[in-house]
């Protein structure tokens, strides 16, 4: 597959990589690279590149179809780069992420129609890293379900392909101020440090984003397509895949880490928000 042979021509080998083939579908490949910076172009090919970051704070510039993006890179986050559009990266730092190869036609036969062809840089979509994160768990496991959870993965990631590029711009006609916007990011993250103190509640949000709870609530929900709860709930589960990437500590750890309350209300929340549990995602990213 010529995007997997651009890639390896530039980053080395892969830490490892897996076909992606179930019963109805077949033709993909996962992999896994850790680097400490990249520079490099693609010619474009017949697949789709989806990039999911299991690592944060690498500089990264993107350019495609006329469009780019300067980014941060954040756990969690998603770039999609269309079948047969060239491409650049530009990354500086050392980076920890899961690419995928997809086939246009095998994408298209899942959902019976063409997949969008706007490339997507750096975005928070919640269904597309669920679905990620499940054909990950899924392509490195041998066991009875991993089947039908590799195949419900992928006809979920291509519907997600279809529809995330028009959801992002309609959340991105209204919402939050780009100032009020970091203030909250800010705020989150000092939180995420320091797991032991609970919040930031709902009215420490709208503080930060000097606004009334209401108006906060409704202009963050129309931004994001999600309340201020899912959000901070989301970069807590952020914050426990990079903490689950260290085998010294327990998933109990993690959870404290990641600030949940016990272990087993991280491990239902975890399952109910990704489909997958701790324990599997973690056998898989320790791979």
Same mark, same amino acid.
């Given at each position: 597959m010529l995007a997997l042979m651009e890639t390896v021509a530039r980053l080395g080998d892969p830490v490892w990589y897996r076909p992606l083939a179930t019963a109805l579908v077949e033709g993909g490949i996962v992999a896994r690279? $850790?680097?400490s910076g990249a520079?490099?172009?693609?010619? *474009? %090919? !017949?697949?789709? $590149? @989806? /990039?999911? %970051? @299991? %690592?944060?704070?690498?500089?990264? #510039?993107? &350019?495609?179809?006329?469009? &780019? &993006? $300067?980014v941060k890179a954040s756990i969690g986050s998603v770039s999609v780069i269309p079948s047969r559009v060239a491409s650049s990266f530009v990354v500086k730092g050392d980076a920890d992420v899961v690419q995928m190869f997809l086939p246009e036609t095998m994408l298209e036969a899942l959902v019976e129609v063409p997949i969008r062809d706007v490339p997507l840089f750096?975005? !928070?979509?919640?269904? #597309?890293?669920?679905?990620m994160l499940q054909v990950l768990v899924a392509s490195g496991r041998h066991e009875r379900d991993d089947e039908l959870l590799l195949d419900s993965g992928l006809r979920h990631l291509a519907r997600c392909l279809v529809t995330a590029e028009a959801a992002i711009r /309609?959340?991105?006609?209204g919402g939050l101020a780009p100032s009020a916007r970091r203030r909250l990011d800010d705020l989150i993250s000092a939180a995420l440090d320091h797991p032991e103190?609970? *919040? +930031?509640?709902?009215?420490?949000?709208?503080e930060s984003a000097r606004? &009334?709870?209401?108006?906060f609530a409704r202009a963050f929900k129309q931004q994001?397509?999600?309340? +201020?709860?899912?959000?901070v709930i989301s970069r807590r589960i952020d914050r426990s895949i990079e903490l689950m990437k260290n085998p010294r500590l327990s998933l109990g750890d993690v959870a404290d880490g990641a600030g949940f309350c016990t272990p087993a209300h991280f491990s239902a929340t975890f399952k109910r928000v990704l489909g997958i549990t701790p324990k599997?995602? $973690?056998?898989?990213? @320790? @791979?």
């Open positions: 690279w $850790r680097h520079e490099f172009k693609t010619i *474009g %090919s !017949h697949a789709v $590149r @989806l /990039t999911l %970051s @299991l %690592s944060a704070g690498q500089e990264v #510039l993107f &350019s495609a179809n006329g469009l &780019s &993006s $300067r750096d975005i !928070h979509d919640g269904g #597309l890293q669920r679905a /309609t959340a991105k006609l103190r609970c *919040g +930031p509640t709902l009215a420490q949000m709208a606004l &009334s709870v209401n108006h994001t397509g999600i309340t +201020p709860h899912q959000h599997n995602l $973690r056998r898989a990213l @320790l @791979l």
